[in-house]
């Protein structure tokens, strides 16, 4: 599957392109925009793009209104095709977001309900109760997302609403040449709807790409052979800022030990999680983390640890944004992307990363484990890349058994001799690929 050796990238559109908060019914080719920063994903190393949802919606994308048409604020389906095609010609692929338990009160099925009532075609899409009404007096009593009731929860059961979810697909596969999609909230949705849904994609591509947003519990119930193939680690998300902040290393790297460690009860050895620093729904990393220094090392600990890793737009320069302060504050538009030394950085895990079998696919083992400093080690045939790390102000000599004289750093390209120990320099991370 390419996605297990894929770096991505998360443009969340209406953010990014500038757009109304509400649909103000206006179409203007802002989406464009996105095929401008092709060049700009291409030089950071990112090899797919996901995009958060881009169909005709209410307001944020997540109450559509209809799957079949780009949403006007970001201009029309011919606008989204050429951007795709640009982005394809420069080796990018395009994962989609998939809205699917839930539409918006404007989506069309949902308005023919509300005219209609009992007898319309679409009452069986929901979950309707006529004898009873709702918060926004339409005569009868439905089912929102988590309490929101501006989410209308579609009826995945019924036949009828799973084959126009397919033909949208369909469609998006023939207007967009899409590579997968990204399933919002797949913690909700129905099993079965999953298994149909990967079995149906198997038909229109063979390595179409299904990752689904998880938060807690068991992956496992979700990411298998006739389910998805990845999901989003949002339990090692956590792991990743908050074992900086407390200069605790032992958390994410014992996070990642109970996830894909040597041990036959490890929970997700072999699987392909989606790991982040941050997305569209949380407070950006130069924002959360409370040393500056530690931003680049969050980045290796996320490039070095099993997983396909995802950035989100802007936080490759570092940009700002926290929760409290709003979904405008999480999901800005800027005028055109930005390069600073973090930027160079990042570029160059990247770099490491999608070059590496080891990286990509490798097992995780632990060789060195303090508060501030780590050495991780990833094997996949016959390749070994040790994740050398120190969050601390001060310089650190790690002593272990490399099973090896020498070693190149993957991220700089120098020679590193572990001869007599190694030493790591205040807040330093290396990828030491061991010589065979």
Request: proline share 4%; with cysteine; aromatic share 14%.
């Amino acid at each position: 599957m390419w996605a297990y050796e894929s770096v991505f990238y998360q443009i969340y559109p209406i953010g990014f392109c500038g757009a109304p908060r509400i649909n103000d019914g206006i179409t203007v080719p802002r989406i464009r925009k996105a095929g401008d920063w092709a060049a700009h994903i291409a030089k950071l190393g990112c090899n797919a793009v996901y995009f958060s949802p881009i169909f005709e919606s209410d307001s944020h994308g997540y109450d559509t209104r209809d799957f079949r048409k780009v949403d006007c604020r970001l201009g029309t389906n011919q606008d989204f095709a050429a951007v795709c095609k640009t982005l394809h010609e420069n080796g990018i692929r395009v994962v989609l977001d998939g809205v699917f338990n839930h539409v918006g009160r404007g989506f069309w099925a949902f308005r023919d309900v509300q005219e209609k009532k009992w007898d319309s075609p679409y009452k069986d899409w929901f979950h309707i109760s006529f004898e009873g009404n709702s918060g926004y007096n339409d005569g009868f009593w439905y089912e929102g997302w988590e309490g929101h009731y501006e989410l209308v929860r579609l009826n995945l059961r019924n036949p009828m609403v799973v084959q126009h979810i397919f033909d949208c697909i369909r469609g998006w596969v023939e207007a967009f040449d899409i590579d997968g999609l990204r399933l919002d909230v797949a913690y909700c949705l129905d099993q079965d709807f999953i298994r149909q849904l990967r079995a149906f994609c198997n038909t229109l591509k063979p390595d179409f790409f299904l990752v689904g947003e998880l938060l807690h519990g068991d992956y496992n119930q979700f990411v298998s052979d006739d389910k998805l193939h990845s999901c989003t680690n949002y339990e090692c998300y956590k792991g990743l800022y908050s074992s900086l902040n407390s200069m605790n290393l032992f958390e994410i790297t014992h996070s990642l030990l109970r996830q894909f460690g040597p041990e036959n009860w490890t929970l997700y050895r072999g699987k392909h999680l989606l790991s982040f620093v941050d997305n569209h729904d949380v407070t950006r990393a130069a924002s959360i983390l409370q040393n500056p220094a530690h931003l680049p090392l969050l980045y290796a600990l996320l490039f070095g640890m099993p997983g396909i890793p995802c950035i989100y737009y802007g936080s490759e320069w570092g940009t700002f944004g926290e929760k409290h302060q709003g979904d405008d504050a999480l999901r800005p538009s800027f005028e055109t992307p930005e390069w600073n030394g973090l930027t160079d950085r990042i570029a160059a895990m990247v770099k490491a990363h999608r070059s590496s079998k080891a990286l990509c696919h490798g097992d995780f083992k632990q060789l060195v484990l303090t508060n501030k400093q780590c050495v991780w080690e990833r094997i996949c045939d016959g390749e070994r890349v040790l994740i050398a790390v120190n969050i601390d102000s001060e310089p650190y000599t790690a002593h272990f058994d490399a099973r090896c004289g020498r070693a190149v750093d993957l991220i700089t390209g120098e020679m590193h001799d572990f001869g007599g120990g190694s030493e790591l320099p205040p807040y330093s991370a290396f990828f030491w690929q061991c010589e065979r």
